[in-house]
């Protein structure tokens, strides 16, 4: 007879047979941009809410009008509308880069800002220079000298322009006349008519320019100049080898906004500044927009310069921001 065989199980540990009899994990299904929005929303609406005035704002001011851009493109009549005015195509923007005006106007467009983009470091300078006082009174008075020009409404400030540099009562040729020399005129010269208003325009702006330069400087860690001081560093070798590269990036992220109104120059200075004498340097794309829309009533012409001026703006933002987004981490997107 036989021997009678029996059958040995394998001994299996408690855990795996627990884990062989769960049945297996539904794949989760990846989360969704939406879904994390959703969910960061119902968490900080509060916050949200705050955003409701300024997105209210440009919606309203800057989105919705650009319903009428459209009349660039068309022959716009009043009484027709917006929709029964005829189409033209780009015949505005032909009439306007084969008048004899346009080279002028450009030409004075970028000269007055790239003079005044060549002037950006002055707040930088002026920053550093701030930060460097130890004095506290002195410094403190020194920040609100220079701030108090930026709550100067455009209309004081020509006033003042118009009154200091008057050819007769003006205090400036008054005190040129005391000294001997002869009375300069400043507000009918065309080749004065920039200096004046760049220069007064950096007076007015450079304290107020200054704050996001100085916040920067605030958040720069003290242990690397301690360590600096260690080893022999001299301030000025402090400032351009610690100071600077810590506000380079904010440094960046400005530029490349002034950049972005390269083209849109304020016009409300320059149309309270010019005059018939010195209309040659002061006539601008700005004041041009104003005189053809507003003064002569040719809306669709005027919304084409503007929308010519508009794209210029969008291509220097975009290729700026491109450069700095491949020369260094510095970018806005």
Known sequence: MGVRQEKVEEFVPLDDKKKALKKPDKP????????DFKKNFSQNWQLYAFLLPALSFFFILHYIPM?????AFKDFFATMGIWGSPWIGFDHFERFFDSYYFFRILKNTLILNIYELALFPLPIIFALMLNELKNGPFKKW????????????VVVLVGMILAFLDP???LVNNAIVWVGGESV???TDPDWFRHIFVWSGQ????????????AALAG????????????GASRIQRIMHINIPS??????????LNIGNFMAIGFEKVLLLQNSLNSETSDIIATFVYETGLLEGQYSFASAIGLFESALNIILLVTVNWIARKTSENSLW
Not at 28 to 35: I, L, V
Not at 203 to 210: E, H, R, V, Y
Not at 220 to 231: G, R, T
């Open 185 to 187: 005129p400043f507000l």
């Open 28 to 35: 989760k299904k990846p989360k969704t941009k939406f879904k």
């Open 168 to 170: 007769i009562t003006g």
């Open 247 to 256: 506000i380079l990036p904010t440094v960046v992220v400005l530029f490349i």
């Open 67 to 71: 319903y009428g851009v459209q009349i």
């Open 203 to 214: 007076w007015q702006a450079l304290g107020w320019g200054t704050i996001i330069y100085l």
């Open 142 to 153: 020194s920040q609100t000298l220079t701030y108090a020009p930026h709550f100067i409404s």
């Open 220 to 231: 720069v860690n003290p242990e690397l100049h301690e360590a600096a001081k260690v080893d």
